[in-house]
């Protein structure tokens, strides 16, 4: 293996997903915190009127918030040397424009920070994980609003200071180009990436799916400029703040092939990765909009003048020092519309005849990392790479001893991460690995406990039943040896 010998190897999770505690210790209302559970074939739900009968995952999770302690022993017992971990915005500032912070809200990730190194991991934190606080949605329609600039601002200027002796390495926006992808996800993208919502969503007394949510493209691409320029200003502040920080954004990059050699293929595909993944990248990495995406604008009838003069000059002084991305799948686009679709949400394409999916229709590609890898580092070739979501949701079986075989998870990981090693040996800056889920807690996309990622099992349910304890399953162990080898023990 070629890893260097200063890779960081651990896993990832975000706060609405496994914290829990949702209005503990001066907490205010997230989006998360409105939204019901789905499965794959339905949407998740969302739900304004907080409903007392109705069953909110994220309001519990997996309860990391009085589980921490234990959590990150076991994360530390893998060998890990980095943790990637969200701060709950609507846990510093409840209603995002409080005038000060909660003290309770930053003396819990104070007690994180310091039992992360306590074991020698070092925390990489996402300020904004699909967490805006709801009092931003509804007041301001969330970041269509060039207040919310100033109020994302003034919260990440207050985790700055509070941890910038306890925290090296951060995020700005998670999935920053959710709102980009298509198939019908807008709602998705808009609500958890932009807290972007029409009056009469915000103010319904019914469930909504999701993919209901009404979308108005050019308050989303207002919204998304503005969540930019929100980064740029973040990672200009962090690095007046501590001038060591590393400040990186983080694209969910779902990369996607022609289906066929026709031409036409070609070009929506990529025309498709431009959009999708590109887009997002190139602002926040090179500090401008690319110039397919004034061509895009154009054709889809978006007025740009928000994007201004003095806006142009903060993307360009406010560009990131590393990037990060999400890995979990790829897809195929095509412009034959009688082409079969691949299922599951995410997964916005044609299928691959070539690969097998997951029980959620996600396709399995351990080569398209490496693919992926190198395409990025073509694009930003002086920009550190770090993989920061990669993971496989499944059901587990749990035996009548208690132990879990989930050999089908190893082998995700081992093909995963020999793609990895190919890429750096292709000269890819590669310097970290971060898989999701490492613990079991609430998928994003269909709030479900079912959809298994971790290497440690929680006994919590779709139900709401399970008492919260946590055992070891068999990729435990083998995901023990990784870290520990530095990749050279794959089993």
Known sequence: MTFPKDFLWGGATAANQCEGAYLEDGKGLSVPDMLLGGDVDTPRTFLPKTDPNAFYPSHEAIDFYHHYKEDIAMFAEMGWGVFRLSINWGRIFPNGDDAEPNEAGLAFYDKVFDECHKHGIEPLVTLCHYEIPWNIVTQYHGFYSRQTIDLFTKYARTCFERYKDKVKYWLTFNEINIPLMGGGHSGLGNLYGLGLMQDEDINSETPIPLSDLKDNPQMRFEAL??????????????????????????????????????????????????????????????????????????????????????????????????????????????????????????????????????????????????????????????????????GFGAFDQVEADGSIHDDYRIAYFKEHIKAMDEAVEDGVPLIGYTTWGPIDLVSAGTGQYAKRYGFIYVDRHDDGTGDFSRSRKDSFYWYQKVCQSNGADLG
């Open 225 to 390: 400029h503005n969540q930019f320029v929100a980064s740029a200003l973040a990672v200009q502040a962090g690095h007046e703040i501590n001038p060591d920080f590393k400040i990186g954004n983080m694209i969910a990059h779902i990369t996607t092939y022609p289906l066929t050699p026709n031409p036409k293929d070609i070009l929506e595909n990529q025309r498709n990765m431009h959009i999708s993944n590109d887009l997002c990248g190139d602002v926040q990495v090179r500090g401008a909009y690319p110039d397919f995406a004034f061509r895009y604008f154009k054709e889809n009838q978006i007025d740009v003048s928000y994007i201004t003069e003095a806006d142009k000059e903060i993307l360009k002084e406010g560009t990131v020092d590393f990037y990060t991305f999400s890995y979990y799948m790829t897809n195929c686009i095509t412009v034959d519309e009688s082409a079969e679709k691949i299922g599951g949400n995410m997964s916005m394409g044609a299928k691959n005849p070539y690969l097998k999916a997951s029980d959620w229709g996600w396709q399995i590609d351990p080569d398209g990392l490496r693919y992926t890898l190198n395409l990025l580092h073509d694009r930003y070739p002086d920009t550190p790479l770090m993989v920061v979501e990669n």
